[in-house]
Structures are given as structure tokens and as C-alpha cells.
């Protein structure tokens, strides 16, 4: 297929897509004039910029500057026709909005009052936590203290069991030594007798 073949075909594709535009945009327009705010209108818009991202496509490919310039022409329809039905919209739901915007602002109010009774609920559990630890930290804080007079007692009584059975031992050696001594003198002293007696 030649260039110029090529060419043809897609100003073919391009009056098919300029077509189909013009039609919808006529669409478009009658449902806006009947009946505002309709999803069907909405859904038209949708179709009409998809088709013009196609259009758009197609003219850069072909690279002629009149359909970039038409289709350029046909996105500011397009904006127009957008901005009618958002205007329309605007226009019908205009008392809806406020009582919408009211019926809003109490829930938000209720919300918030919500949070700040449960935010103060909070606060007291907290606050009563904080009393119920500071008292056990007061309880354990006794038994610690007596817990620890205890221990200086017991270690006194060690110190002093410890000091008197320093003692007896020092006394049991002595003792061991006495007899010891009174032992040895005894045996010395039969000893003699007899070589005198011998």
C-alpha cells in the first residue's frame, strides 16, 4: 500500500470520527435542552472526550495542521456543552444543596461532640488509673521500706551470731591447747617417775 493510499484512509477514519463527533454533540445538546442533569447526558459528555482523543490522534498522525485546528475547535465545544450541564446542575440542586449542607454541619457537630465526651471519658479512666498506680507505687514503696529494716536486722543478727562464733572457736582452741599442754606435762611427769624409780 502506497503513502498516499495509507493517507486516504485515514482522512476516511477522520470524517468517520467527525461524523460520529457532530452527532453526538447534537445528542448532547437535546438532552440538555429536555431533561438537565441526566446520567445519559453525563455518559454522552464521557463518549464525546474519549472520541476527541482519538480525533486527536489521528490529525497528529497525518500531520495536517487544519484537523489539529478542528479538533482543537471541537475540545472547546466540548468544554462549553461540559460547562452548560454543570450549570444546569449547579441551577436544579441549588435548594438541595443547602438543606445538604446544613443536615452536614449538624452531623460534623454531633461527631465532634461525640469525640470530646469520649475524649473526657478517656481523660477521667486515665486520671483514675494514674491515682489507683500512684497509690500502689505508696503500698510498695512501705513494703519496700520494711522489706528493707528487715534486711538490716537480719544482718545485724548475722554480724552478732557471726562475732560469737568467732569467740567459741578463739575459746575451743584455747581450751585444745590447755589440755594439750596439761597433757604433755602429765606424761613428762610419769615419765621422770619412773627413771627415778628405775
Given at each position: 500500500?502506497?503513502?498516499?493510499?495509507?493517507?486516504?484512509?485515514?482522512?476516511?477514519?477522520f470524517d468517520r470520527y467527525d461524523e460520529e463527533f457532530n452527532t453526538l454533540t447534537q445528542q448532547i445538546?437535546?438532552?440538555?435542552?429536555e431533561e438537565p442533569m441526566n446520567p445519559y447526558t453525563q455518559n454522552l459528555l464521557q463518549q464525546c472526550q474519549d472520541l476527541l482523543k482519538q480525533m486527536a490522534l489521528e490529525a497528529r498522525s497525518l500531520k495536517q495542521?487544519?484537523?489539529?485546528?478542528?479538533v482543537k475547535e471541537y475540545k472547546s465545544q466540548h468544554a462549553q456543552l461540559v460547562s452548560q450541564y454543570e450549570r444546569q446542575g449547579l441551577l436544579s440542586g441549588h435548594g438541595g444543596d443547602e438543606e445538604d449542607s446544613r443536615r452536614r454541619t449538624e452531623d460534623m457537630l454531633s461527631n465532634q461532640n461525640d469525640s470530646l465526651e469520649r475524649a473526657r471519658r478517656t481523660m477521667q479512666e486515665t486520671e483514675q488509673v494514674a491515682l489507683?498506680?500512684?497509690?500502689?507505687?505508696?503500698?510498695n514503696r512501705e513494703t519496700l521500706m520494711s522489706a528493707h529494716g528487715r534486711v538490716k536486722e537480719?544482718?545485724?543478727?548475722?554480724?552478732?551470731?557471726?562475732?560469737?562464733?568467732?569467740?567459741?572457736?578463739?575459746?575451743?582452741?584455747?581450751?585444745?591447747m590447755v589440755v594439750y599442754a596439761v597433757g604433755g606435762g602429765l606424761v613428762l611427769a610419769f615419765m621422770i617417775m619412773l627413771w627415778m624409780m628405775w
Open positions: 500500500m502506497t503513502d498516499i493510499e495509507s493517507g486516504s484512509e485515514n482522512l476516511l477514519v445538546q437535546k438532552s440538555l435542552d495542521p487544519k484537523l489539529l485546528q478542528r489507683e498506680i500512684t497509690e500502689e507505687l505508696g503500698q537480719v544482718s545485724s543478727l548475722t554480724g552478732r551470731a557471726r562475732r560469737i562464733l568467732n569467740t567459741m572457736t578463739q575459746r575451743a582452741l584455747q581450751q585444745k
